[in-house]
């Protein structure tokens, strides 16, 4: 390229996003905005100890004539296994834990799942979601071209969780996601898993199955579940200082917790998306906005991270293995595959979007200001 330019604090650069911009100082509008906000959000500290433990008595109090203290997502990764670790054996919390077997899990990541079901306090549920017509929805994204394979995933995810929260009449989940390692995320190449006017016009249109044995969960539903029962997502991780390497460390002594390389690894199908889907078909290498979160976050500095990023981005040949292993597991060609991987990307926009997002924005200033009076 030649206009590239990478920020001077972190990695992030313009390869591949049309909405970076850079001051004078080569500084990029990602780290400059996230410092700005950081000490709104971030509170590795003696206030972030108070408000953590406010909340933990809060989740007590309000939940005592309950079976559980609140509901989270495991997906076998660091986060959410951290996330467990510390909410059943550090807080002493009665947790509903949900996993969305999805056929992909990696070996390390069932084993670890293994192991945080053993956790003291905690109650896992797997949910299988019907494999044909996950898979088939899966096909129809990738047909589709657009970036976010990884919708039907988070929708069914987060529609079992919700499910699990009325069930339980729970209002609060406890989510893994975190300012330390997740502060900074590229703009562009990226959707709201909750438009499903999107995902159904993709599945009408690329699908080849009806849709009727998966839960989902739209953006209005959410809302509305917000506002009427007052189900809440929180980050508690975000009440500590959440080091990547420590919490490593933690598990591992624990309770012999693996890791699997990197982030967002733990399953063979995102680790296609982020290594290659994303890279291949979009430019997009993913280890920028990862690294730079750990940047920012003071867990890298940035010559540690270029040196990281100077490393492949995968294995060739692990890389073949794995996508001949997805295309076994999705019925696809690999003659399909290889002509989906040539044609030009889209962009989830290209196809009808929902009403409700377009007015979501306007609808909730509104909402504001008459709470505000």
Known sequence: MANYQQCMRCIMDNKSDEFINFDENGFCSYCRDTLASKNSVYFPNEQGAAKLDSLIKRLKLENKEHQYDCVMGISGGLDSSYLAYLGTVKWNLRVLAVHIDDGFDTDISKRNIERIARLPNMDLRVIQ??????????????????????????????????????ENKLRTFLSGGNFALECILQRGNTYDVFDLRNLKYINKKFGTTKLDKLTFLSSLGRDIDAYILKIESLRPLNLIEYNRQRALDELADYCGFEYYGAKHLENDLTRFIQQYWFYKKFHVDKRTSHLSSMIVSGQLSRQEALEEYSKPLYDELEMQKLISSILTRLDMDPEEFEKIMRQEPRQHTDYPTSYYLKLRPWLLKVRKAMVGK
């Open 129 to 166: 979601p019907d494999q044909d017509q996950f898979n088939a929805l899966t096909k129809a994204y990738m047909r589709a071209g657009v970036p976010n394979l990884a919708v039907p995933q988070d929708n069914v995810l987060f529609a079992s969780l919700y499910k699990f929260l009325k």
